[in-house]
C-alpha cells in the first residue's frame, strides 16, 4: 500500500503545472535565432516547455453533425395504428396457415437432415453486404431457390432478417408504400428457416419487422388485397409462429374504406419454386 501510494504521488507531482521534471534556468539558456536546430540540452528543453506552455489545458473540439445523427437515439412509438377490419385477417385462417407453416418447416427440416445440404449457398451475397442484399432482394428473376433456403445456417438467416428489417422500416417518405412481393418471400423464407428459442436481438428483429409491416397494413388501402395479403402473411408468421409482436393502438386507425373484408389470403405456404419439400429431396 505504502508503494503504490508513494507512486501515485510521484505522478501526481511530475504531471503538476510548474514541477519540472528536469529544471533548467531559461535566464541562463543561449538561444539559437532562425530554424536552426537547438545547440545544447537546455536549449531543447526550453523549446519542449515553451510549446507546451502554448498548449491549452483543455482542449474542446466541436463534433459534426452526421456523427451527432448517427450518436443519436431513434425513438419508436409503442403501439402501432390499429388496421381497419376491412384488412384484418379471419382468426381461422391464422391458425390454419401458422399451422401449415410450422409443418412446412419441420417438413423442410427433415429433408435437410436425410439429404444433408452444402456448407454455404452459392450466389447469395456476404452477410455484411447490405447494398447486394438489397439489389437481391427486389429481383424478381432471383427468387430464393430450396437449395438456398435449405443452405443457410442460423447466423446468415439472422443477417438476412436484419438487412430485411432496414428494408422495410416505415418512415415518413415510405410510410403506407407497397413492399415489393419479392421482399415478403425473402421474410418468408428467412423465418422457414429460423430456429426456435429465438435470441433476443432477433426477437428484436422480428419486432421491428412486426411493427414496420403492421403500420405498412394499417396505412395502406383495404381494397388492395394483394398487399394487405402480402402483409398478413408476414404478421401472422411473426405473431403465431414465433410469438412476437406489437400493440395496436386503437386511438389511431388507418384509412376507412367501404370495401368488403378481404377473401381468405392466397395459401403461399409451398416452397418457392418446388411443389413439396418431400419430393424435391427423394427426386
Given amino acids: 500500500m505504502s508503494s503504490s501510494g508513494s507512486r501515485k504521488r510521484a505522478r501526481a507531482t511530475q504531471t503538476r503545472p510548474g514541477k519540472a521534471a528536469l529544471p533548467i534556468d531559461e535566464t541562463q539558456v543561449v538561444r539559437t535565432t532562425g530554424d536552426a536546430p537547438p545547440a545544447s540540452a537546455d536549449e531543447y528543453l526550453l523549446r519542449v516547455r515553451m510549446e507546451a506552455r502554448r498548449i491549452p489545458f483543455v482542449v ?34 391464422a391458425v390454419r396457415f401458422a399451422v401449415r407453416f ?64 432496414s428494408v422495410v422500416r416505415c418512415d415518413t417518405s415510405s410510410t403506407g408504400a407497397v413492399v415489393p412481393e419479392p421482399v415478403v418471400i425473402w421474410i418468408w423464407s428467412a423465418l422457414l428457416r429460423l430456429d426456435k428459442p429465438l435470441l433476443p436481438d432477433t426477437a428484436a428483429t422480428l419486432r ?57 389470403m392466397p395459401d403461399v405456404s409451398q416452397a418457392p419454386q418446388d411443389e413439396d419439400p418431400d419430393q424435391q429431396g427423394t427426386s
Fill in 208 to 264: 421491428e419487422l412486426y411493427r414496420s409491416i403492421a403500420t405498412r397494413r394499417a396505412n395502406a388501402d383495404p381494397s388492395n388485397h394483394q398487399s394487405v395479403a402480402l402483409f398478413n402473411i408476414v404478421l401472422t408468421i411473426i405473431h403465431h409462429c414465433f410469438g412476437q409482436s406489437v400493440p395496436m393502438d386503437s386511438a389511431h386507425r388507418g384509412p376507412s374504406t367501404s370495401a368488403s373484408p378481404s377473401p381468405d
Fill in 60 to 93: 474542446s473540439k466541436p463534433v459534426p453533425a452526421d456523427v451527432k445523427v448517427k450518436a443519436g437515439v431513434r425513438v419508436v412509438p409503442r403501439c402501432v395504428p390499429m388496421s381497419p377490419s376491412a384488412s384484418m385477417p379471419r382468426p381461422d385462417w
Fill in 102 to 165: 410450422a409443418e412446412l418447416r419441420q417438413s423442410l427440416a427433415r429433408v435437410i437432415a436425410r439429404f444433408g445440404i452444402e456448407e454455404h449457398a452459392e450466389g447469395l451475397p456476404h452477410s455484411n453486404n447490405a447494398s447486394a442484399w438489397r439489389a437481391r432482394f427486389v429481383d424478381e428473376s432471383r427468387l430464393p431457390s430450396l437449395s438456398e433456403i435449405a443452405a443457410l445456417d442460423q447466423v446468415r438467416t439472422r443477417s438476412i432478417l436484419r438487412h430485411l428489417a
